[in-house]
């Protein structure tokens, strides 16, 4: 017995040594001064976007093994499995932002789901994952069956498959101030709107995270969100999209439905369902920035994928700790946890005030950098970027402050000490997050 449990803490600690190498290589990669696009053969390349976002997913699937360490090593025989499943899905989102093959884009793209469903479903809290699963499930993959069609015409019509070529495919079939135009950039970007997620199709998030264990939560806020924005740029760049009317409708149901789901923040009781919805207006921010026509655009929305990816996986691990105090996630419930955690209180202020883009995080550069692209772009939706800026602020603020203060209600027990294994993972959450602000090259598009 003490030979299996030898065994399986050494493979939960092979695979957390092996991802954080992986990512300590990855970064060292990109402080390299040759840096550049490179292209291995034909099915893999490499350039700044896609080894940044190689670089997050290193580092976030470690800080997913240490933070879970704890919950999953207590039975036995789903150690190896989360690890596997982990490090399967790992493989797959590495092996998505390094291909050149629409096609196979397409199928990592897609497989990514089915190791989260397996997290979702073989570690998550309540009896209703089965229902969250399913809606993640049935959105994501009815919306990218017209994906896969757009992907098969243009590799028919042009005999090339590479999505390094940048041929204006629908020029030859479209107008660009026709409906047709309209529906075609539509179904050319329905199954990455519905992974972002834009308003209207975001109901499978929130549900998601909440049955989510912390591991699925992480990975999802801060990788496979990221997928769907990184699809958008790739096949953007692929389609040689026209600047057209269907832009500029996108971009402003993205920022309106960013308004409103800062809004709706406020009416949310499930702590992790408010920090979902959150993450909603963050990605209309980085729509936003994709469909402005402008590199500043660009790479503030990269720049925002990053830090976004940072900050959301560091609140559901905070998260995560309050629930396994407090046994409990309901915002009417959880109170005064400055009096008897002063230690997670204070994490809990630093990814607050990072949620609200304060200096010097990469947070608020993105935001400098994507608001006068959008102003440029179109005038009329600066009230809603000047929404947005203050309600993400406000709801940081009403988040921490309903949390922390207040008293104790008398029916929770004690809650004893905070693990340091936790603080390191947030420690290694926020280290990024305040000095990648010194290395901002790192996202420019040279």
Request: hydrophobic share 55%; charged share 5%; proline share 3%.
């Amino acid at each position: 017995m003490l030979f299996i449990i030898q065994n399986l803490n050494m493979s939960w600690y092979m695979s957390f040594w092996s991802l954080l190498l992986l990512s300590l290589l990855s970064i060292i990669q990109l402080y390299m001064p040759l840096f550049e696009f490179s292209m291995q053969n034909t099915f893999f390349m490499n350039d700044n976007i896609s080894s940044t976002l190689i670089s997050l997913t290193f580092w976030i699937s470690s800080m997913m093994l240490l933070a879970s360490q704890f919950d999953i090593k207590i039975s036995m025989n789903s150690s190896t499995k989360f690890s596997l499943c982990i490090l399967i899905l790992n493989f797959m989102l590495i092996m998505a932002f390094c291909m050149t093959n629409t096609l196979m884009f397409y199928f990592m793209f897609e497989a990514s789901l089915i190791p989260t469903l397996m997290l979702i479903l073989g570690w998550g809290y309540q009896p209703e994952r089965l229902q969250a699963g399913m809606y993640m499930m049935l959105y994501t993959v009815s919306a990218s069956l017209p994906l896969l069609l757009i992907l098969l015409f243009a590799n028919k019509s042009i005999s090339c498959s590479s999505i390094l070529y940048n041929f204006i495919v629908q020029v030859k079939i479209f107008n660009a101030t026709s409906w047709s135009y309209m529906f075609f950039i539509l179904f050319s970007f329905l199954a990455f709107l519905v992974k972002l997620p834009v308003f209207s199709v975001h109901l499978w998030l929130p549900k998601a995270h909440v049955e989510a264990p912390v591991a699925g939560s992480m990975i999802l806020a801060a990788i496979l969100l990221k997928l769907g924005s990184y699809g958008i740029l790739r096949i953007y760049q692929y389609l040689n999209l026209q600047f057209s009317f269907s832009l500029t409708l996108f971009s402003a149901l993205a920022l309106w439905g960013g308004v409103l789901t800062s809004i709706i923040c406020f009416r949310q009781i499930d702590l992790k369902s408010l920090i979902a919805y959150s993450s909603i207006g963050h990605m209309s921010l980085v729509l936003a920035g994709l469909f402005s026509n402008n590199p500043w655009g660009w790479m503030g929305a990269l720049i925002m994928m990053i830090a976004h990816g940072f900050c959301s996986s560091a609140l559901f691990m905070l998260a995560n700790c309050v629930y396994e105090k407090t046994h409990t996630r309901s915002l009417y419930m959880v109170k005064g946890l400055l009096l008897s955690l002063p230690i997670l209180s204070l994490w809990w202020f630093l990814f607050s005030a990072i949620n609200m883009a304060v200096p010097p995080t990469i947070n608020l550069l993105s935001e400098i950098m994507i608001f006068p692209a959008m102003m440029l772009f179109l005038k009329y939706l600066t009230l809603c970027l000047i929404l947005m800026s203050f309600l993400a602020a406000v709801y940081s603020m009403y988040m921490y402050t309903l949390t922390q203060h207040g008293g104790n209600p008398k029916f929770l027990a004690p809650y004893g000490t905070f693990n340091s294994a936790k603080s390191t993972v947030l420690m290694l959450h926020w280290i990024p997050l305040n000095f990648f602000i010194l290395k901002t090259e790192l996202f420019l598009f040279v």
